[in-house]
């Protein structure tokens, strides 16, 4: 069985795409290839989202797939002037030569680093939401658990591990810039 749509059509990761550009998303098709001895093309979807449609497109993922999409982990990437999450997914997971990935993409603005959490939809997502809420600073509305899940609880208030800018642990901050220019 395959990855299906409103229809019962089998969609594959273009199909799926094109279900997302209809709907207005910006979608771009990523593919590389996998393996030693059997390469094969492995596929990813990259979608960008508003943060307001981040609920309203992890919906759309489940109105159009069969199954429940595989929900894998939030990353998140300080830009300078905004931090990236990624909310990565995957369709037809485990099985062979028909799985795919899909992941929102939502930038945030770092005088703006609020957006809904996703949980009532994924439960799972807490975890992730968690994480980065202390790692960045990312405040996720509605998110029910708001403990740190790995800093201690003494860990001072407005510092972010993960931050590259002022609120960032200066030690990491140090040791990445050393790294970025080189070490001689």
Same mark, same amino acid.
Request: proline share 3%; glycine share 8%.
């Given at each position: 069985? =395959?990855?299906?749509?409103?229809?019962?059509?089998?969609?594959?990761?273009?199909?799926?795409?094109?279900?997302?550009?209809?709907?207005?998303?910006?979608?771009?098709?990523?593919?590389?290839?996998?393996?030693?001895?059997? &390469?094969?093309?492995?596929?990813?979807?990259?979608?960008?989202?508003?943060?307001?449609?981040?609920?309203?497109?992890?919906?759309?993922?489940?109105?159009?797939?069969?199954?429940?999409?595989?929900?894998?982990?939030?990353?998140?990437?300080?830009?300078?002037? /905004?931090?990236?999450?990624?909310?990565?997914?995957?369709?037809? *997971?485990?099985?062979?030569?028909?799985?795919?990935?899909?992941?929102?993409?939502?930038?945030?603005? &770092?005088?703006?680093?609020?957006?809904?959490?996703?949980?009532?939809?994924?439960?799972?997502?807490?975890?992730?939401?968690?994480?980065?809420?202390?790692?960045? =600073?990312?405040?996720?509305? /509605?998110?029910?658990?708001?403990?740190?899940?790995?800093?201690?609880?003494?860990?001072?208030?407005?510092? *972010?591990?993960?931050?590259?800018?002022?609120? =960032?642990?200066?030690?990491?901050?140090?040791?990445?810039?050393?790294?970025?220019?080189?070490?001689?």
């Amino acid at each position: 069985m =395959g990855i299906f749509g409103g229809g019962g059509e089998e969609m594959n990761a273009e199909e799926t795409m094109q279900k997302f550009q209809q709907e207005g998303y910006e979608v771009r098709l990523q593919e590389r290839e996998a393996g030693v001895k059997n &390469k094969v093309k492995r596929k990813s979807l990259w979608i960008k989202v508003n943060k307001e449609k981040i609920r309203e497109a992890v919906e759309f993922l489940m109105e159009i797939s069969e199954e429940y999409p595989h929900f894998s982990i939030i990353s998140a990437s300080d830009e300078g002037n /905004e931090i990236i999450l990624n909310y990565h997914f995957t369709l037809g *997971y485990g099985k062979l030569l028909e799985e795919f990935a899909v992941t929102f993409q939502v930038a945030l603005p &770092k005088n703006d680093l609020n957006i809904k959490s996703i949980t009532n939809l994924v439960p799972a997502a807490i975890f992730s939401e968690r994480e980065i809420r202390e790692m960045v =600073g990312v405040e996720f509305e /509605e998110l029910a658990d708001k403990r740190h899940l790995f800093l201690t609880k003494d860990f001072p208030d407005g510092v *972010y591990p993960w931050r590259r800018d002022e609120t =960032g642990v200066k030690e990491t901050n140090k040791l990445y810039e050393t790294w970025k220019e080189g070490v001689k």
